[in-house]
């Protein structure tokens, strides 16, 4: 099956910095990307849709200067998390999307911890 | 707008017995695709079992098959002689029939698996 990678899977931080997550999809391209927000026990929720060679879209009430996402190549999408603070702690999660299976790889979720 | 309703917060089953996961949703697109994920504690999204819509055969993977009721827009997931290792979050997850759009999320129910 297709494999989605993100690094790092663990990542603390000082409030006031910035923290870069990267989601990779190892084996097809992925035009699209997407990334999710999660907190425990609750469901995905939809940060952004990422598209390669174009700006991200964001889902309403995600600040877009806070949460930078960049789709460079057709195997990277990037999420920058500025001027974390503690409220953005959470798992975050990316998915690609593989247009010849018309199926979403989930990558396995990055811990942010801003302290 | 397209939303995928999961009723069952937390549902318990005992290892060999059978367990069944409701969800509905509702669209008014004729043509998309319904999932179910499994997340363990990994909190690693695991594909479990997929349907599309213009199927009427219910789709079936080993010990897990779904009801699609596409009239009633009820898809449920039944997993049958239950393992230890079936303990998990289940989510119910909608797409419509555009490439690249995201998958809408059902708030998941949590599964106990005893022996």
């Known amino acids: 099956g297709a494999v989605v990678s993100q690094h790092p899977s663990w990542v603390i931080c000082k409030s006031g910095t910035s923290v870069k997550i990267e989601c990779r999809s190892l084996d097809f391209q992925a035009t699209t990307m997407f990334w999710y927000r999660q907190f425990p026990k609750q469901s995905l929720m939809l940060m952004a849709t990422s598209n390669e060679g174009s700006k991200a879209t964001y889902e309403q009430g ?39 299976s018309y199926e979403q790889y989930f990558g396995p979720g990055t811990r942010l911890t801003v302290t | 707008a397209q939303t995928v309703t999961q009723s069952q917060p937390e549902m318990s089953v005992q290892e060999a017995e059978t367990v069944t996961l409701s969800c509905t949703y509702d669209t008014s697109e004729s043509d998309y695709y319904l999932f179910w994920y499994k997340q363990p504690p990994s909190r690693q999204m695991i594909l479990v ?7 009427q055969q219910n789709a079936t993977e080993n010990r897990f098959s779904v009801n699609f009721q596409k009239a009633a827009k009820s898809f449920s997931l039944k997993i049958s002689d239950s393992q230890l290792g079936d303990a998990a979050m289940y989510f119910c997850a909608f797409i419509g029939n555009q490439a690249g759009t995201a998958l809408i999320f059902g708030k998941g129910t949590t599964l106990s698996v005893s022996s």
Not at chain 1, 72 to 83: E, F, I, M
Not at chain 1, 85 to 96: R, T
């Open chain 1, 62 to 100: 995600v600040e877009k200067d806070k949460f930078l996402i960049n789709h460079a190549s057709l195997t990277l999408s990037t999420l920058t998390v500025t001027s974390a603070h503690p409220e953005d702690s959470s798992f975050y999660i990316c998915s690609a999307f593989r247009d010849t």
């Open chain 2, 49 to 55: 079992i997929r349907q599309e819509a213009y199927k």
